[in-house]
């Protein structure tokens, strides 16, 4: 799914401000620093600097990690947006014991960051991704419930398209699928059973759809 990439930059009243977020994932800057993408209620989601970030004795150590619920002070500067302090209230990663449990966790991470501009704002989504997360924690299909999830921030963000009208071949089956998982909860969605060849066909029509 291809998109013109823009930021909807706003006046910003003050330079500073603290605010609750979670954490979409980071990446190195230099041979210190760490660029962070953060999603917040009120400011959507950002891209913000730890500087130090990646030194060991760093005050940022443990609370920049991908999931993590945190609040978190910006400085606003003239050309980047700098985190000044950050402490975390959870960590959503802390219980995942299974890989599959863990790597579906990062993709519902990796999802929300792809598809989310910079400032873009989606009513609950540390709701969203922390019920999507806890459920992943005790269920034995963790990829149906990143697939529930992806669907539903698509649907939100109005970018899924519709099933009926879509020009990918897709047959009935998988069209109430796809209908049920935009609108049930994880619970409901977790009863669902399906063999390892719809499994594979969802997983293929889902990266279709997300392009990736």
Known sequence: ????????????????????????????????DRLVYLYSEELGKIKAYAKGGRKILSKFTGHIETLNIAEVSLYFSPQNIIITEISSNETLLKKAEKLETFQSALKIAEIANALLFEEQ??????SLMRKAIMHLMTSKKPHLIYTAFAIKLMDKLGIVPNFKDSTMHISDKYIKFFEFIKTK?????????????????????LNKLLDF
Do not use: A, P, Q, W
């Not at 704002?121 to 540390?126: A, C, D, P, V």
């Not at 969605?189 to 029509?205: G, H």
């Open 1 to 32: 799914m291809k998109r013109n990439k823009f930021s909807n930059r706003s006046t910003r009243i003050s330079k500073s401000v603290t605010t609750k977020c979670i954490i979409l994932g980071h990446k190195n800057v230099g041979e210190s």
């Open 121 to 126: 704002k989606y009513k609950n989504l540390i």
């Open 185 to 205: 909860t994880f619970t409901e969605i977790e009863k669902i059973k399906t063999t390892k060849e719809e499994d594979s066909y969802i997983s293929k029509y």
